[in-house]
């Protein structure tokens, strides 16, 4: 089985059945729900969601220090490839089969500024990551995304479902309520919540609106589920 750790707000790591490491949307340091060391953190791919801060503000000491492929939009594997950083570029409704399964990035509406050093002109277009991994877990981190109807075209294909709940900078508990409605997976992980005052929701009271359409794993920050 995979094991997923939450590391608070929207950061993810994955250990595969092959004991691959990935890490999703790294944001550690300056994250005020992170338990433990950036320096523990372990990583053979990185996937980025987009470039905002708080997906993206350890991408660079990460990649250096573990060597890891970075897998984002094109923009920021450009960017990230001048820094020395090796990258997989792919784009909205592109995959790539990597060792660990095959990649396909998934629509997310949300804006797209790259917020590192240097990017300060850089933009890109926010996506969600589908993974099938080649053990057969279906899994999806949808980004910080609003609704979207494009999301029932997910239904069947998703095991695990990611989803932000926060409201104010992506949907919130009612609209992720929906969300479940037209993917249809077995469990949902809710994120980007709770990080900052301008973004805190009832996780508990997501999971009763959610009720019998998926079970509802509310994670703590540094808490693991294996799927």
């Not at 350890?58 to 950083?85: H, Q």
């Not at 949902?188 to 919540?193: G, L, Q």
């Not at 929701?201 to 294996?226: L, N």
Request: glycine residues 10%.
């Amino acid at each position: 089985m995979a094991k997923l750790t939450y590391h608070g707000h929207s950061t993810f790591s994955i250990v595969t059945d092959d004991g691959t490491n990935l890490v999703i949307d790294p944001f550690f340091t300056d994250n005020p729900l992170f338990v433990g060391s950036l320096d523990a953190i372990e990583a053979d791919f990185i996937l980025l969601t987009h470039g905002h801060f708080d997906h993206i503000a350890d991408v660079v000491p990460l990649a250096k220090r573990t060597g890891a492929t970075v897998i984002a939009a094109f923009e920021i594997v450009s960017f990230l490839e001048g820094l020395g950083i090796p990258g997989s570029a792919q784009n909205i409704g592109g995959g790539v089969t990597y060792p660990f399964g095959y990649v396909k990035m998934t629509a997310a509406l949300h804006t797209g500024g790259v917020q590192l050093p240097g990017a300060e002109s850089v933009t890109t277009t926010p996506a969600g990551f589908l993974i099938n991994f080649t053990s057969g877990q279906r899994f999806h981190h949808a980004g910080d995304t609003a609704l979207l109807t494009d999301m029932q075209l997910l239904k069947g294909k998703v095991d695990l479902a990611i989803l932000p709940i926060g409201d104010r900078y992506t949907m919130g508990p009612e609209d992720a309520v929906t969300a479940v409605d037209f993917i249809a997976p077995k469990v949902v992980v809710p994120c980007h919540y709770n990080t900052w005052p301008p973004i805190e929701q009832d996780a508990g009271a997501f999971k009763a609106a959610v009720g019998a359409r998926a079970h509802v794993e509310v994670m703590a920050p540094g808490a693991t589920y294996e799927f």
